[in-house]
């Protein structure tokens, strides 16, 4: 959540946020989530939107089947494009869904998702495939558009040579990014950070028959992305952060 907000003020977009759970970490990895009541996380959302409705809107964490359930609900009446981030594991290999709360996902609130970004274990955990080249990040996102999903990223952060992300759009097209890799352990936060310079562009455009296509939104997210990993700040004693200064 700190990395989103830090990401949309940087990106000129006044960030809203509804927590959905605590979790216990730093660099080093994680020692406790505790999730929110999906009653308190409803409470939330019907508060953002009753007062200052956004543009646009994403999903991290979210913890639990309730909570999972509770947020699909309320983005069935969303009036905004929503970009849904399956954050499964964290960044030191916490699990962060059980397996009924991605069978709630999956059935729920994917079909609710203007874009979907699942990183390679993500999408081979939904689709049940070896995600681990370009052939199979296409064939991946191919099923999660047949599940419901409108437009799919499928992020390829742990391949082997350069960054390559495949986006795959409802129109059927295919749209290709890639970016040097990194030698650096200081990448903690990527994905939320991607997503969410992802959302705000979306958020700016206000919508996309205004001019902001999301090929040209992931693709201004995937250069912020690449310029806040080389530019790492070098904390802690682990998997550091990003620039979110980029």
Known sequence: ??????????????GEAVVTLIAVQNTLGVTRVDSLAADLVTAQIRAVLEDIPPHAAKTGA???????????????G??????????????????LLDDDSIRIFVEQLIPRAFLLTPNLDEAAAITGCV????????RAARKLVALGAANVLVKGGH????????????AGEIHEYTAPRVATPHTHGSGCTYSAAITAELAKGASLAEGTSLADA??????????????????GRGQGPLNHHA
Do not use: C, W
């Open 62 to 76: 979210l913890g639990s089947k309730e909570v999972v359930a509770a947020v699909a609900a309320a983005a069935a």
């Open 131 to 138: 995600v681990n080249d370009r052939a199979s990040m296409i």
């Open 1 to 14: 959540m700190q990395a989103d907000l830090k990401t949309f003020h940087q990106f000129g977009v006044y």
């Open 159 to 170: 391949l082997q040579g350069d960054a390559l992300d495949v986006l795959f759009t409802e």
């Open 78 to 95: 969303f009036k905004f494009p929503l970009v849904v981030d399956p954050v499964m594991i964290s960044k030191r290999g916490a699990r």
């Open 218 to 235: 992931v693709r201004r997210a995937k250069d912020f992305v690449t310029r806040a990993i080389l530019t790492n700040p070098g904390l």
